[in-house]
């Protein structure tokens, strides 16, 4: 192992995206050292990818130049208490909700500390990850985080760390609201007599559409929106009967939530 080596504190999703996107922009599997308990899940990184993947941490985790932070928020002080003797030399990336980077210098000794949000499009390649770095954390050090989450699709540096609480709220659990949407309108679809795969192919084809119509387009959402709803016609019905549901303020609440549990994750687990 060597500075080039990337250990990671828990395989699960997240490491996994981070890990298959770096090996197909052309990282060496040798390059990688996986912290992972659960030994099916062991074998699956080792299967997939031909990681190193040991069932605990030890002293070889001194010698990683990065260490990235992929386990529930819960589970991060359990996690680095036993290996915290090999942790203080490295640069940590934290992809946890919630935690924070205050409780990343106590539990690892090292000042130098990025916090990301990234989302489960990383998985695909067209993930968007929030980051946030602490002061000690160098120019150099930012691009280092910034080429290793690269092929997990874009980031947005926060100049606050609080604002990553947001962050989480909107593009960390916002794949969830979309399928929540898409679960939806195949309900209606289903009710309305197509089949659940009739709904979900238009639904989905048309949420992805929706979406690139408004990634290449310098007209704001309202305008693109306005732009279907013909006066009198089919989608001014919908987003009325949307507007007297409260649907908008709903969602606007929903996102709150998710923002407060952010900080409270970090409250309640470091
Ligand atoms: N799933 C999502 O959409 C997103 C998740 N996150 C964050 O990413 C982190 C990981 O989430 P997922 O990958 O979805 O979870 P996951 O459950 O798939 O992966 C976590 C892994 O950590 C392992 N683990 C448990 N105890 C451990 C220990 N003591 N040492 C090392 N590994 C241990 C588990 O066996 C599991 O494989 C969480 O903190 C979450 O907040 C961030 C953005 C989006
Ligand atoms: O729900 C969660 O806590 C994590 C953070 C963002 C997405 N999933």
Redesign the pocket.
Known sequence: MSAETIAF?????????IIGGLLRAGMKPAQFLI????AP?REKLIGEFGVAALA??DAGLAAAGTIV?????Q??S??AE?IKAWLGGALHL??????RSESIVAATGSERVVRS????P?LIGKGI?GLFARTAVSGEERATVERLLAPTGQTLWVEREDDLDAV?ALS??G??YFFFFVEAMMAAAVDMGLTAEQGKRLALATCAGAAALGLGSDESPTTLRERVTSKGGTTHAAITSMQADGVDAAIQRAVLAAQKRAAE?GREFG
Do not use: C, R
């Open positions: 504190i828990g395989g699960g999703n997240m490491a996994s995206a912290v992972e308990p659960y899940q605990a941490g932070w992929a386990v529930k928020p589970l991060f359990a996690a036993p934290s992809v946890m909700a919630g935690i949000m990234p989302n489960t990383a990850a989480t960390g659990s794949p969830a994750l």
